[in-house]
């Protein structure tokens, strides 16, 4: 499954990219935007072990993003479970060499369109640190709303932060 437009792809994960997301990774300015589960320093072995517990999905959740067929990042959906399993959780991150050429809004708009489609998805949701305005620039620019703040939720490299929540809605299903 590969979702293209114009000179960004998004294309299943490969073990093949470890070494290029190993070096794109390792840096506090992607991960102080992300939870601690993205670690920092990032290693090779972490991300021999993230593309090994995600290349090959059926269905595919976990894209890489290739920019001119160079592999430049990852965008991903975490289904929900339960009553929320027409929702689900978008994340991303670029590379710092690729920052600020539209890549990310495209490839949210790529991946939430075949998550419409594709995966029967109603509702597409994310929390944003309070001091990301790049990210929350990216969600506004395709059309995700502001849904409210989650006062002093996230406690991150030893501070409390407020995480902002942005939502997407189906157009089937969005009453305005
Ligand atoms: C957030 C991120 C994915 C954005 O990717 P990108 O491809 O650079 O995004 P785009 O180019 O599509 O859009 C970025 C927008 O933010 C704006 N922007 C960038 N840095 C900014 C800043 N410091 N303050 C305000 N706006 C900023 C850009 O000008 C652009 O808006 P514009 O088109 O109106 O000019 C990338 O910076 C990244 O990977 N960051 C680290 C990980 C991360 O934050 N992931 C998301 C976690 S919620």
Redesign the pocket.
Known sequence: MELKSGNILLRPLRLADAERLAELANNE??SV??RDGFPHPYTLDDAKSFLQRFSGQEPITFFGIDYNGEYA?NISLVMGQDIYRKSAEI????GEP?????????AVNLITEYAYNKLGIIRIH????EY????M??LE?CGFKKEGVFSKSVFKQNNIWDEIRYAKINPIFDKG
């Open positions: 300015k992607i935007n992300l990042g994340g991303y991150f670029l690729y920052w600020n050429k539209g890549i990310a809004t495209t994310t929390g944003i640190f990301n305005t790049a990210s620039r990216v620019k």
